[in-house]
């Protein structure tokens, strides 16, 4: 077990431990699912080892592909770009709520504030300035686009998300400071409005999206660290996003 200095933050001070440590990032390449429309991820090669006696590449790609941070300004007219999360903001404890079970029957469930409350049940009260992660497994269709997606145009996608008034309890009630999932969006698929990415932007929330290896997480105790890449005028960015486990 390890046990590294940590400073004080919105939500813990002190030390942290843990024994495992836990990649939720998918690796970039070429191949991952897209929102429609968006950018293809490409890479060119601009030095090579035999002629320039290194390898380097160049990569391009949208600001919301793979494993990813919104930020207020992807869909709040005039709203911060990536300055709006500090480090300290990045490190913050995170809950598992998991409905693979529903999301299996219900490839556009929405979690409801009935889930929070059973989660809570089972477990404890949801802490403050926590992560709220939502487990759906659909992580396992990454590997297929379409699939994971539920369709290749923005009127077809279809994957589960939070309900609106699920994710208000959680970053009004229960004082959550942002959700994630391991689907392309914090909201099911099929809601056009992009309603709860919206109203978590508006409040500053920190929203993550494409998550993956959830299921290894337990349901409360994971420490994540969020790496930022701080794309001047961002609207989002790609992020490596490390869970320490005790």
């Known amino acids: 077990m390890a046990t590294q200095p940590q400073n004080d933050g919105p939500v813990f001070g002190g030390s942290i431990s ?18 429609p429309g968006d950018p293809d991820v490409q890479f060119e090669t601009v030095a090579q080892q035999e002629s320039d006696g290194y390898f380097l590449r160049r990569f391009a790609m949208g600001e919301h592909s793979g494993t990813h941070l ?12 990536h300055g709006a999360f500090s480090p300290t903001d990045l490190v913050r404890p995170a809950i598992v709520i998991d409905v ?17 409350l059973d989660w809570e049940s089972g477990h404890r009260p949801i802490p403050q300035g926590c992560l709220a992660l939502l487990r759906t497994g659909w992580q ?30 959680l970053l009004e009630s229960r004082n ?18 992009l309603t709860v990415s919206r109203y978590a932007l508006e409040r ?43």
């Open 70 to 81: 919104s930020a207020p300004s992807s869909l709040i007219p005039g709203g911060a770009g």
């Open 100 to 116: 693979t079970a529903q999301a299996e029957k219900d490839s556009d469930y929405a979690l409801t504030m009935n889930d929070v």
């Open 176 to 193: 959550a400071a942002g959700l994630g999932t391991d689907t392309a969006g914090a909201e099911p698929g099929n809601d056009k409005g």
């Open 140 to 169: 396992h269709r990454w590997a297929d686009p379409k699939r994971y997606l539920g369709g290749e145009s923005a009127e077809q996608l279809h994957f589960p998300g939070f309900g609106l008034e699920a994710a208000r309890m």
């Open 204 to 246: 500053h929330a920190i929203v993550l999206e494409n998550l993956t290896n959830l299921d290894l997480l337990p349901p409360s105790g994971a420490l994540l660290v969020i790496g930022l890449l701080r794309l001047e005028g961002g609207s989002g960015g790609p992020v490596a996003v490390t869970a320490l486990v005790p």
């Open 18 to 35: 843990y024994s495992r440590v836990i990649d939720l990032s998918w690796p970039v390449s070429q191949e991952i699912p897209r929102w």
